[in-house]
């Protein structure tokens, strides 16, 4: 059985290396506006260089156009798909039988990737896709182990079975939602989404016969969030999709920053490789607790133990483990220095962790001293006012570019 592929977002090619790094085999991006994720911009040069820097590295690049397209939309679908065709991404993910049949003439070269917005949520659906060209299928999030399992005894033997372990779960049936364009005119099935489902709403009760008497329901100071869910993590449960023959987990989160991306990425990577390693000493909790240092609202494993479980709503709408932030990004190293760019404000004495790549323990070190990136003189702290601010810093250990740490707060 081959080893399972660990799938991370990319929603830029800096984005990209971050995962790469951290243990990644693969990622998936989007285009500029043929994706689900829209407000990521990927341009064509973002794209060119994310699949040539992760050929050369032996690893893999699946891009998305899983809008479900109007017919103005198909002049550049085709343009895209001819491009595509040149570029040679390892996978182009699609939902829509139009877009899907657009591809396979106009970027016959490429394999072609079932969304999970196509709702593949049983073998016989599975079946269907293969018989019309589809190398690998992305399973809806609905699914428990149990249909998981049985879809993945009857599907063919060489359709390829992917599925998300980790990130937002999203109110709609596989992401197919109408609120947000309801709402604001911005669609979710072509790649705008506000995430309207996060909004906290004002719910009353209204007797038709006294029309305008509004009276509030499970109410407080902050509205309801009744449609806002919990975030995805299958963290404990990697040794059942390991042996149920699952071909890549995926990750959620284009929109995510490099620090997330660090800290789930390398969590994974840890916890997949331990359990190849040594499946009777697999212990999730150390993989877990570094986890729960990114910012999440909570975490559920949805459906995938029980499909009735109803323990995935996040009522309160907030987002926890707000104890640590992104601290910065390694440029390069000056002397005995190291420059990073900073992404909040750092100070001397801040509490700091480095997340090391192939290594659930961090480095843990306090600030002793900044120094300005331009004069080269000590500061006290120092603000991300422009872009890209920079500051020099000294390094308990040795640290290599796009290296990401955090700060205690």
């Not at 993910?93 to 070269?109: F, H, Q, R, W």
Request: charged share 30%; net charge negative; hydrophobic share 35%.
């Amino acid at each position: 059985m081959a080893k399972i592929e660990l799938l991370a977002p990319a929603g830029s090619f800096e984005k990209a290396k971050v995962a790469f790094l951290y243990g990644a085999d693969a990622v998936y991006m989007g285009t500029k506006s043929l994706s689900l994720r829209t407000r990521v911009q990927v341009d064509d040069d973002d794209l060119e260089k994310t699949i040539e820097y992760a050929h050369k590295l032996g690893k893999k690049v699946y891009v998305a156009i899983n809008i479900y397209a109007w017919d103005e939309k198909y002049e550049e679908i085709i343009k895209v798909a001819k491009r595509l065709d040149k570029l040679k991404p390892d996978g182009i993910i699609a939902s829509d039988g139009g877009v899907i049949d657009t591809l396979k003439e106009y970027a016959p070269n490429i394999d072609i990737h079932i969304s999970t917005q196509a709702n593949v949520l049983s073998y016989h659906t599975a079946n269907f896709w293969y018989k019309n060209g589809a190398k690998r299928i992305i399973l809806g999030r609905e699914m428990s182990k149990e249909q998981i399992k049985e879809l993945i005894k009857h599907k063919p033997k060489d359709l390829e079975v992917e599925m998300f372990g980790h990130g937002a779960l999203c109110w709609g049936y596989s992401g197919r939602c109408f609120l947000s364009d309801f709402l604001s005119g911005r669609s979710a099935n072509l790649g705008d989404c506000v995430q309207s489902c996060r909004w906290a709403y004002n719910v009353y009760l209204e007797e038709k016969n006294n029309p305008g008497n509004l009276m509030p329901i499970e109410d407080d100071e902050n509205g309801t969030y009744i449609l806002s869910s919990k975030d995805l993590c299958l963290i404990k449960e990697i040794p059942e999709i390991i042996e149920m023959g699952v071909d890549s987990l995926k990750i959620e989160g284009r929109l995510k920053t490099e620090y997330y991306l660090a800290s789930v990425v390398n969590s994974y990577r840890n916890a997949i490789d331990d359990y190849y390693k040594d499946p009777e000493k697999y212990d999730y909790k150390k993989y877990l607790e570094e986890l729960e240092k990114t910012k999440t609202r909570g975490l559920t494993t949805f459906y995938f133990n029980d499909r009735n479980n109803k323990d995935f709503q996040e009522y309160e709408g907030r987002q926890y483990n707000a104890n640590y932030e992104y601290g910065g990004k390694v440029i390069s190293k000056e002397n005995e220095k190291t420059i990073i760019e900073i992404k909040n404000k750092l100070s001397v004495g801040d509490k700091m962790e480095i997340i090391i790549p192939g290594k659930i323990e961090t480095e843990k070190f306090v600030i002793d001293k900044l120094w300005d990136i331009e004069t080269d003189e000590e500061i006290q702290t120092v603000n991300p006012g422009k872009a890209e601010q920079k500051v020099k810093i000294i390094l308990p250990i040795e640290c290599k570019e796009n290296w990401i740490i955090r700060r205690k707060k």
